[in-house]
């Protein structure tokens, strides 16, 4: 893998996301002994504008147990942009770190950072997109049905940073991907024409409004909030909007006897998807969030060099 940004998922190749997956799979059936010292003397440098548990956590472990250093900076302690600029933040930290992961709000930081700074940028989420999820829930798909090939993503809720990210990594891998939204909470145009420039053979795309039949014959169904970070003030108004989008046993009943059940966590059970389903058999939100782990080792021992 040669890049040394993921911005978003289009910073990567189909070949380079096959190849995050065998390292992770690798790293994830190894013991933690075996490659302790990979990191050793590295630093990650994090920076969180938002909260996280997963990415953060994951993040820490994954660079703890490679045997480097992760720093937590959060907003209050470097207010990057505001008490200077991104261009000095980028290059000063540059100087300090081998690494930066960042979570933010506009994505328009994360590419700013990412030019300016010496070492390599991974985008932790930003309001666009979500590249370390997406790439931890088609590794989690992979990991269960043996293949991607022919698995139909269902992605029913918000056309929102989770949701771009899954449509560009199943174009990038030829995956079906079908996304079911209430009106006027739509991936953006901008996105599907993304999608038809870098979709490969064998991805097919359904943009739709109607849950029911995004579900039919669905390999996976995924959730996510109904209301993201930074989008607290329209929270009862999104309530409403979305009823009906709801991962509940009627709307799972459509899928495949054997579909996985996603959701990026956190979960607002009640809302976006019942106990019985999150708790169901079928249910992989565990397993993915354990995998956003091991994708992070794969990250960081592919990017620093
Ligand atoms: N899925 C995810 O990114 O979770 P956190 O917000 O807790 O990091
Ligand atoms: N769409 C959610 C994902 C959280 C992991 C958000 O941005 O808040």
Known sequence: MNTNKLTSILDLTGDDILEIF????KLKGSNVRD????????????IFEKCSMRTRVSFEVAMAQLGGHPIYLTKQDINLGERESIKDGANVLSRYVDCIAIRTFGQEMV????????????NALSDYCHPCQALTDLFTIKEKRGSLDNVIVSYIGDGNNVARSLAFICAKLGTPFRIATP?????????LSIVDEIASDNFSISVGNDPQSAAKDADVIYADTWTSMGQESEAVTRRNDFKGFQINSELTAQAKDNVIIMHCLPAHRGEEITDEVIDG?????????????????????????
């Not at 490659?35 to 994090?46: C, E």
């Open 22 to 25: 065998d390292v992770a799979a």
């Open 35 to 46: 490659y302790s010292n990979t990191m050793t003397g590295k630093i990650l440098g994090m």
């Open 111 to 122: 590419e700013e950072l990412a030019k300016e700074a010496s070492v390599p940028v991974i």
């Open 183 to 191: 009106e006027n909470y739509e991936l953006d145009k901008n996105t």
């Open 281 to 305: 058999p079928n249910s992989a939100v565990y397993d993915q969030a354990e995998n956003r782990m091991h994708i992070k080792k794969a990250l960081l021992k592919l990017m620093i060099k």
